[in-house]
C-alpha cells in the first residue's frame, strides 16, 4: 500500500511540474494569458514559437516516460513478489497525466496531456509506441490516456470518440494546423481581429482594397479611420496585394457582405484553389440569391473547409480587451474545435456549434431589427416600448430563420438573442445609429454619406424583405424598416402601422 502510495503522489507532482508556465515566465509572460490560455506545448509554441514550445514539449514527454519508468522500477524493487510491475507503470502514467492537467501549483488548471500522455504510453510500450502498440492489450488505456488528455471528464465518451478515429490513424493533435492568418477586409472589425490574433506573435496579413488607405496603415500601424489609437502588432502585415496571402492557412473575410463575392472571387482568380481554411466573419445575406456568406464561399472554392463566426462582438471593445464570446460554427466539428483553440483565448471566450445556417442568419437579421430599435430610440418612445419591440423582433427572427434552414432552439444563442441584444441597445452599433438618426428626421443618404463604415442592417433588410416574400413568411417588423429604407417611408407613419396591427396571441 506504501508502495502505492508513493507512485501515486510522485507520478503526480512529477506531471505537475508547469514546464509551459515556467517557460512563459522566462519569456516575460504569463502564457494562461495568451492563446487558448493553457500551459500545453502547443499553445507554448503558438505564443512564444518553436524556441520555447519544442524543449516544453520535450519535457512534458519526458515528465510522462521518467513516471513510468521510475515506478516500474521502485515495484520492482520493493514489491519483487508482483508479478506485473507494470501496473504500477500504468497507475503512474495516468497520476503522471492527471498531474499535468490538474496541477496544485496552477489552483488545478493545467495543459491538455497530450505530451505527457505520449511520454507515458512510451514508457509504458517503447518497442510498440507505433502501430503495433494499436494492437496490443494496452489499448484500453491508451483511450484512457487520450480521454485524460483531452480534459474530458467522460471517460466513456472518450472512449468511444477515440475508438471511431484514432485507430483510423488519426493525430491526437488538431487536425487544423494554423501557421499564418490572412484576414480580408481592414475595417473596424478585420482590424481588431488582426490585433487580437496579432498581439500574441502570430504571423498576420491584413489586407484592403483601399492602397492609399493601406499606404498609411503600414507606416502608422494604425487604422485611424476606424479605429483610432490602436497601434498594430509587429507581427501584423499590412497589404493591399491578395498575392501576399497565398501562404496563409487561415483565410478569414471581414469584407462588407455586398463585396464578399467579388473579394472572393479576386482570391481564387489569384491563387487558385486554396489549401487553406475559410472563415467568415461577415453578416449579411446577398441579395437576388438569398445566400448566405458561407454558401457564397463554398460555390467559389468547393473543396476547402468553410467556418463561419458569429456574435455579441463590438469591434471597439474587442480592442479594448474586455470580455467577449462569440462562436464558431462549421459542419465538421473538428475543424470547429481546432479554430476554438487556436483563435480562443480567456479574453475572446469561443463556443463551437455545427449550426452553420442559424448563426448566419441570426448574425444577419438582426441588424435589421437594430436599425428598428435605433427608429425607436430615435422617436423617444422609452424603455417599454423598445422592450416590446426588441422582444417581438426575436419572434420574427426565429420564425422567418427557421423557414429559411435554420434551428429555432439555435437562434437563442450567442450569434442570435445575444446579438440582437447588444446592436439593439449599444450606442457602438452602427445599425442602431442608422436607425436612431432615421428617427431623428435625417434622410438615409445624408447618414449613409456622413458614415465611414458600413450598416450592414440597410442591405440585409431588402434580402430578408425578399426571402419573406417568397417563403410566405410575415415580417412587420422587417416589412417597416424596408419601407423606411427603400420607399421613403416615414419613421412615425411606420410606427403607426405595426401599433395598429390586429391584437393576436403572443407565440414565440
Known sequence: MLTFAVVVIGSYLLGSIPFGYLAGRIAGIDIRSYGSGNVGATNVTRTLGKGYGYPVFAADFLKGFTAVKMSILIATRLQPEWNSPEMFGIVAAISSVLGHSFPVWLRFKGGKGVATSAGALFGLAPHNF???????????????????????????????????????????????????????????????????????????????????????????????DYLPGLKLPGSVRVTSELTDCIGADLIVFATPSTALRKVATQLREVIGNVRAVL?????????????????????????????????PNLAAEVVQNFPTATVIGCNKAECATSLQGILGSPRFR???????????????????????????????????????????????????????????????????????????????????????????????????????????????????????????????????????LYEQKKPTGALEEVLSREQKAEHV
Not at 471511431?164 to 501557421?179: D, E, F, T
Open 130 to 224: 507505433g502501430d503495433n502498440l494499436a494492437k496490443s492489450n494496452h489499448r484500453k488505456v491508451v483511450i484512457l490516456f487520450v480521454g485524460l488528455s483531452r480534459g474530458s471528464c467522460d471517460l466513456a465518451s472518450s472512449f468511444k470518440s477515440f475508438a471511431a478515429y484514432a485507430w483510423n490513424g488519426a493525430a491526437l493533435y488538431s487536425k487544423v494546423k494554423i501557421g499564418e492568418t490572412a484576414i480580408l477586409g481592414a475595417g473596424s472589425w478585420g482590424t481588431a481581429l488582426a490585433w487580437l490574433w496579432g498581439k500574441d506573435g502570430r504571423q498576420v496579413s491584413l489586407w484592403g482594397h483601399d492602397g492609399n488607405r493601406v499606404a498609411r496603415m503600414r507606416e502608422t500601424r494604425e487604422n485611424s
Open 279 to 311: 472563415l467568415s466573419c461577415v453578416k449579411g445575406i446577398e441579395h437576388g440569391t438569398g445566400m448566405r456568406m458561407s454558401q457564397i464561399l463554398s460555390e467559389l472554392f468547393p473543396d476547402q473547409k468553410v467556418a463561419v463566426l458569429s456574435g
Open 350 to 484: 469561443v463556443y463551437t456549434s455545427q449550426e452553420v445556417t442559424s448563426i448566419e442568419l441570426g448574425g444577419a437579421l438582426k441588424n435589421v431589427f437594430a436599425v428598428a430599435a435605433g427608429i425607436s430610440d430615435g422617436l423617444g418612445l422609452g424603455d417599454n416600448s423598445k422592450a416590446a419591440l426588441v422582444t417581438r423582433s426575436l419572434a420574427e427572427l426565429v420564425r422567418l430563420g427557421v423557414a429559411m434552414g435554420g434551428t429555432a432552439q439555435a437562434f437563442y444563442g450567442l450569434s442570435g438573442a445575444g446579438d440582437l441584444i447588444v446592436t439593439c441597445y449599444s450606442e457602438r452599433s452602427r445599425n442602431h445609429t442608422v436607425g436612431k438618426r432615421l428617427g431623428r428626421g435625417e434622410s438615409l443618404m445624408q447618414i449613409t454619406q456622413s458614415m465611414k463604415m458600413v450598416a450592414e442592417g440597410i442591405p440585409t433588410a431588402r434580402s430578408a424583405f425578399e426571402c419573406a416574400r417568397q417563403l410566405k413568411i410575415e415580417t412587420p417588423i422587417i416589412d417597416q424598416v424596408y419601407a423606411v
